[in-house]
């Protein structure tokens, strides 16, 4: 194992990319653990990690994304949430958060979430007096609703890691939570925008109001037509992240009419290419996650946590803590390939709940997105608003403070994540 974690050290120091970083490092564990005749296995671990229909689901969700960002979808959204809330003290900062619950349904990503809405709203923000810090934010801070609101591409990658759990069990366990979260946001939204006066526009009009709902309204079934399904039990994820994808098609070819052949075929080729890098993370940690197993890593780490902290919310908060930080440093995608095969199976096996071991996981390391020093969401919006990056942290800081208690809330009351999957029969 030491040579393994030598070695992954080392190449992560270098930079290389994190998929190579996991493949050679299993490739050297193999060799030192049986030698060369151990390389077969490198083989079937790599077939056997993309072995899943499941995944299907991940190039289908990214292209559904890819039509919806290109046709627009973005403005109408944000128009039909300001009609609702716009109204009221700091209307914008609240359509900011209001719009990444309605968006994050649909894309999924974090970072791609604050290009969407920040490229639209932080200039709007700035036009109508809200400081560029602030702006930058409340983008950053509220596009991690995205992974956390099904359907989530994380989630999937997840479920396709720890077979104690499914996609729509996971689906189902982040509703509640991005909810609860958002919940936070719009409480410390209110309070900043009400102490500093921040504008308000004037209520709209029912018929306005009508005219926005109409716009709205087709692309707000998209998430219905993905998320009901699932959960109901009629659709498998992949068949609904492929009706989603061929729904967002329609609208913005024949509906809207916004989507050329060309924006139809780059949305193809970024699908195919950030499905490609997605699968290579999952072949490299799939055969990572079977060394940690075969090595016994997993029991030692029970072990040791069963026998040196008797109390599970001692376990918790240390497990909070460490994957805050590490969410700070590294991408959600990549830490949850990397941390998944290692934690998941020790705290299952000491007792926890496998579906809220997820959600606690995929909640810090989302929040650690956002958060200082290497927030990637709060470093992209500081950019779109052209504010230095020292001042987006200043004003971000009552947010994420927000969003770590209701982590806490969602870590020690399992009820919150729990309820609807056990509801509809999930767990």
């Known amino acids: 194992m030491a040579l393994v974690l030598i070695t992954f050290l080392i190449l992560s120091l270098l930079a290389v990319p994190i998929g190579y970083v996991m493949g050679i490092s299993s490739l050297a564990g193999l060799i030192d653990m049986g030698g060369t005749e151990f390389l077969r296995i490198l083989i079937t671990r790599f077939h056997s990690g993309l072995n899943s229909f499941l995944l299907v689901a991940i190039p289908f969700f990214v292209l559904a994304a890819e039509f919806m960002n290109r046709s627009g979808i973005t403005n109408l959204l944000i128009d039909f949430v300001n009609k609702i809330i716009g109204h009221l003290h700091g209307g914008l900062s609240h359509v900011n958060i209001g719009v990444s619950i309605l968006f994050g349904t649909l894309t999924g990503s974090a970072v791609t979430d604050t290009i969407a809405i920040g490229g639209t709203l932080i200039p709007a923000m700035k036009k109508e007096g809200y400081s560029g810090a602030f702006s930058a934010a409340v983008t950053a801070t509220s596009s991690v609703l995205g992974p956390i609101i099904p359907p989530s591409i994380v989630m999937i990658i997840f479920s396709s890691m720890i077979r104690e759990t499914t996609a729509r069990s996971l689906f189902a366990a982040g509703i509640i939570p991005g909810l609860l979260i958002a919940t936070s946001l719009l409480v410390i939204s209110a309070i900043q925008s009400y102490r500093r006066h921040y504008p308000r526009k004037k209520r709209a009009s029912f018929k306005d109001f009508l005219n926005s709902s109409k716009n709205a309204i087709l692309p707000l079934f998209t998430p219905i037509i993905i998320l009901v399904p699932i959960l109901l039990g009629i659709t498998t994820v992949t068949e609904a992240a492929a009706m989603g994808a061929f729904y967002a098609l329609i609208l913005g070819v024949f509906v809207y009419k916004t989507l050329k052949l060309k924006d139809i075929i780059e949305s193809a080729f970024s699908a195919a290419k950030f499905g490609g890098i997605i699968f290579l993370l999952i072949c490299a940690a799939h055969t990572l996650g079977w060394f940690i197993t075969r090595s016994g890593i997993s029991i030692t780490i029970a072990e040791l946590l069963t026998s040196t902290i008797q109390s599970p919310y001692v376990i918790l908060f240390l497990l909070n803590i460490f994957l805050l930080i590490v ?58 608003a052209k504010v230095p990056y020292e001042s987006a942290i200043k004003e971000a800081f009552p947010f994420i403070v927000a969003e770590i208690i209701a982590c806490f809330l969602i870590t020690y009351l399992p009820v919150i994540p729990l309820w609807l999957p056990r509801l509809l029969g999930f767990i």
Do not use: C, R, Y
């Open 327 to 384: 969410g700070m440093f590294v991408d959600t995608i990549p830490a949850v390939v990397i941390l998944a095969p290692i934690l998941a199976p020790p705290l299952i096996e000491i007792g926890f709940d496998p579906v809220h071991i997820a959600m606690i996981m995929l909640v810090n390391l989302n929040i650690g997105n956002a958060t200082p020093p290497m927030g990637m969401t709060l470093m992209t919006a500081s950019k779109i």
